[in-house]
């Protein structure tokens, strides 16, 4: 009889304690509601539809962060993908091109993660306007890869920038330049959600401005936010109408990522039935990509699993190279029309990444962001494909920058291949100490770019500068 009245009280203790937690995350999320209200007092009609669209898709994801109650995995429900469902890209190739090759390209619409600014660099602006080789900024390289697939093969694929309220105004001035080029280029802006309050949970920004004392009231999502931004712009549908099928989604700082005939020629050559709406390139994981994405089979769906959805026990198994053999490249290949249903749908589930910062003035805040290829297990058929390393060749850092610069790739239509003359598959493993962190001082620490084609690693620490001419190679004792 003790045992069942206590087991009654426990039971109404929980019961009061889930009436009183949900009690308090209404009363959260009404308080955020009104902030919200308040920041929209002071605009005009047509901003105000722009923004409402933004607050509603943080309000989403809002209302689901006051939801979680531990880790979004449950890492004994976690399996490894089934064979078929990675297939080598080999397999892919050997299938050959079809001579009516421009036909799958007319479908394509290339899409750059445009957001970033190349502050961790040391440089103002948007990333993709750093210069990276002969003078050339990750946004010259991209236009010219696709100016030269629509001159070789005669068609009209287009680019697209998503860009974010830090890059637009930049990028926009720049893209004057490429008017007699033969690209379109068309851009939409990712949507703009506001720093939370860590002790308060309330918004950090006090009106719209994004300047003055209200800079670091705002941040753009992550680049999970693509689907709806890209379907609010209109663009989605206009380039529907178009008939275009597919994007080709990538990181504007991944050199690698240059259209794939053959990954193209896969999607559009499926059977109506079995249509694969969603390609990740995936590659194998070597030590430095220990922190990178994985798939996973997880209740029945492929999965991308992030290493901020890993519970903290299971962190080293998740960095294992021999149990998570490959990762995320987000080099990715999406159908637009099964976007645009997802979207209408309200089908599209992506995990919430919670990010801790420490703003300037030392307030803590979090950002609610979203990862693209978290996507993938809410589209039909998807597919990865293991790529070669060489379409992974992201350049987040001046060490490898050193890497494009170096006579180890060799530059031709805005694509870099490896130097026929690297004896050894691998690119070098370089690490720059601190005196080389932002371009600037960087470039003013080399005279010229050392020959590397026979180096293996370089590890550089102090106040070093390189002069002319100079070779560096593996060290034979």
């Known amino acids: 009889m003790a045992l069942l009245i206590q087991g009654l009280t426990n039971g ?85 091109l079809p001579d009516n090759m421009a036909e799958s390209l007319n479908k394509l619409v290339v899409v750059k993660l445009n957001g970033g600014l190349g502050t961790s660099m040391g440089c103002k602006g948007p990333k993709s306007l750093i210069s990276v080789r002969n003078e050339n900024t990750f946004l010259d390289l991209t236009v010219q890869q696709i100016e030269h697939l629509n001159k070789t093969y005669n068609t009209d694929v287009p680019l697209v920038l998503m860009n974010s309220f830090n890059t637009d105004e930049d990028t926009k001035k720049t893209l004057q330049k490429y008017t007699h080029h033969r690209v379109k280029i068309h851009t939409f802006n990712q949507s703009r959600y506001p720093r939370i309050n860590k002790e308060s949970l309330l918004p950090m920004a006090t009106n719209l401005s994004t300047s003055g004392h209200n800079t670091e009231g705002w941040y753009p999502p992550g680049h999970g936010d693509i689907y709806a931004s890209f379907y609010n712009s209109g663009l989605l549908d206009q ?39 969603f390609i990740m390139e995936v590659t194998d994981k070597t030590r430095a990509d220990v922190k990178g994405g994985t798939l996973i089979q997880y209740d029945g769906k492929l999965r991308l699993l992030e290493i901020a959805q890993v519970p903290k026990a299971h962190v080293d198994e998740f960095k294992s190279v021999s149990k998570f053999k490959i990762f995320n490249t987000n080099n990715l290949w999406i159908s637009l029309a099964a976007i645009k249903r997802l979207q209408e749908q309200k089908a599209m589930d992506l995990e919430i990444i919670v990010n801790p910062k420490t703003l300037d003035g030392g307030q803590n805040v979090i950002q609610l962001e979203t990862a693209v290829g978290a996507a993938i297990k809410c589209f039909d058929n998807a597919l990865g494909i293991n790529v070669p390393r060489s379409r992974f060749l992201p350049v987040k850092t001046t060490s490898d920058l050193l890497l494009v610069m170096s006579n180890l790739y060799s530059l031709e239509a805005g694509s870099l291949t490896m130097s026929p003359k690297r004896e050894f598959p691998t690119t070098p493993h370089v690490k720059l100490g601190s005196s080389f962190t932002k371009v600037q001082e960087y470039l003013m620490r080399f005279e010229s770019i050392p020959d590397m084609l026979e180096l293996d690693h370089l590890t550089v620490s102090g106040d070093v500068t390189f002069g002319k001419n100079v070779s560096l190679k593996v060290n034979h004792v």
């Open 12 to 96: 109404l203790a929980n019961g009061v304690m889930a009436q009183f937690q949900e009690m308090m995350r209404q009363q959260l999320e009404t308080l955020m509601y009104t902030e919200l209200e308040k920041l929209l007092d002071n605009t005009t009609e047509a901003e105000k539809e722009v923004y409402e669209k933004d607050f509603d898709g943080f309000k989403n994801l809002f209302h689901r962060f006051l939801q979680v109650k531990g880790p979004s995995v449950e890492w004994i429900k976690i399996k490894r993908p089934p064979e078929d469902s990675i297939q080598p890209y080999e397999k892919i190739a050997a299938r050959g």
């Open 239 to 277: 380039l529907i109408k178009q008939g275009k099928e597919y994007i080709f989604v990538s990181n504007i700082d991944n050199l690698g990522a240059t259209v794939d005939l053959n990954i193209l020629h896969h999607l559009t050559s499926q059977p109506n039935g079995k249509r694969c709406e």
